[in-house]
């Protein structure tokens, strides 16, 4: 059990804001365990952080299955007896019509980003709530389209949509355990998937166009500032946008 560091979980810490959020809460000197679907990223993460000091604990998982993130939880608490945080990454999907997007396209993003973060959140908070000292903190990576959807993201939005209220609810449930729960809804962050936004975005109006887009590297700072906080003060939601992208106005 290390008794010196705060333990944090980051999923989809492989790739793009989790990964970012990862590196984050290590150079702030967390012990952060590293979950996702692909093993290779999480292994070279872990090196990475090694050759640095740091202590990342790469730990291959599918979110979507509840044996798996089971496993995951086991190994944090056989590993450290606790955690403290827990980060919930997302996944999207292909910008078409309804009637055009493959259903499995629909089960993939409603699996990953609404059952997936509940099956983290869920076990995050059984653990919280038993360790001693109880508590810790649950952020979900929202988004702006939770509140203002783009064309053709229906899938996206509806998981985003939960996402919202299931932070909600386990701030809620969480307040007699010292278990505070944050979202952040994020604004074209500039990653590997997100790069083709800045070539062209369908708009409302139907045209397509080019948009702003910020460092990623933002995210990852609200999400530090999030875990810095003591458990007495909460960042229920906050939105970490490009500022002249079109959200306010958007339609």
């Given at each position: 059990?290390n008794?010196?560091?705060?333990?944090?979980?980051v999923t989809g810490?492989g790739?793009?804001?989790?990964r970012?959020s990862a590196?984050?809460?290590?150079e702030?000197g967390w012990?952060?365990?590293?979950?996702?679907?692909?093993?290779e990223p999480l292994?070279?993460?872990?090196v990475?952080a090694?050759?640095?000091?740091?202590?990342?604990?790469?730990?291959?998982?599918?979110?979507?299955?509840?044996?798996s993130?089971?496993?995951?939880?086991?190994?944090i608490?056989q590993e450290f007896g606790?955690?403290?945080?827990?980060f919930?990454a997302?996944?999207?999907?292909?910008?078409v019509?309804?009637?055009?997007?493959p259903l499995d396209a629909?089960?993939n993003?409603i699996?990953?980003?609404v059952?997936?973060?509940?099956?983290c959140?869920r076990?995050?908070f059984?653990?919280?709530?038993r360790?001693?000292?109880q508590?810790?903190?649950?952020?979900?990576?929202?988004s702006?389209?939770a509140?203002t959807?783009?064309?053709c993201?229906?899938?996206y939005?509806t998981?985003?949509h939960a996402?919202?209220?299931l932070?909600?609810a386990l701030a809620?449930d969480g307040r007699?355990f010292?278990?505070?729960a944050?979202?952040?809804?994020?604004?074209?962050a500039?990653?590997?998937l997100?790069e083709?936004?800045?070539?062209g975005?369908l708009q409302?109006?139907?045209?397509?166009?080019p948009?702003?887009m910020?460092d990623?590297?933002h995210v990852?700072?609200?999400?530090?500032?999030?875990a810095?906080l003591p458990?007495e003060?909460n960042?229920?939601?906050?939105?970490v946008?490009a500022?002249?992208?079109?959200f306010?106005g958007?339609?």
């Amino acid at each position: 059990m290390n008794a010196f560091r705060k333990i944090a979980l980051v999923t989809g810490a492989g790739s793009g804001v989790g990964r970012l959020s990862a590196i984050a809460l290590l150079e702030d000197g967390w012990t952060v365990v590293l979950a996702g679907r692909r093993a290779e990223p999480l292994q070279a993460l872990a090196v990475e952080a090694a050759a640095r000091g740091q202590h990342a604990v790469p730990v291959p998982t599918d979110v979507t299955d509840p044996a798996s993130v089971q496993a995951l939880f086991d190994t944090i608490e056989q590993e450290f007896g606790r955690l403290d945080l827990l980060f919930n990454a997302g996944v999207n999907a292909p910008a078409v019509p309804m009637d055009e997007l493959p259903l499995d396209a629909w089960f993939n993003v409603i699996n990953t980003n609404v059952t997936g973060v509940y099956l983290c959140a869920r076990a995050a908070f059984g653990l919280m709530r038993r360790q001693s000292p109880q508590g810790g903190r649950i952020i979900n990576n929202g988004s702006i389209s939770a509140h203002t959807p783009r064309p053709c993201t229906a899938p996206y939005t509806t998981s985003k949509h939960a996402v919202t209220n299931l932070i909600k609810a386990l701030a809620l449930d969480g307040r007699p355990f010292n278990i505070v729960a944050d979202q952040i809804d994020i604004g074209n962050a500039l990653t590997e998937l997100s790069e083709r936004m800045t070539r062209g975005v369908l708009q409302a109006n139907g045209r397509t166009a080019p948009e702003p887009m910020m460092d990623a590297t933002h995210v990852a700072n609200a999400v530090r500032h999030m875990a810095s906080l003591p458990l007495e003060a909460n960042v229920l939601t906050m939105t970490v946008m490009a500022s002249a992208m079109p959200f306010v106005g958007r339609g």
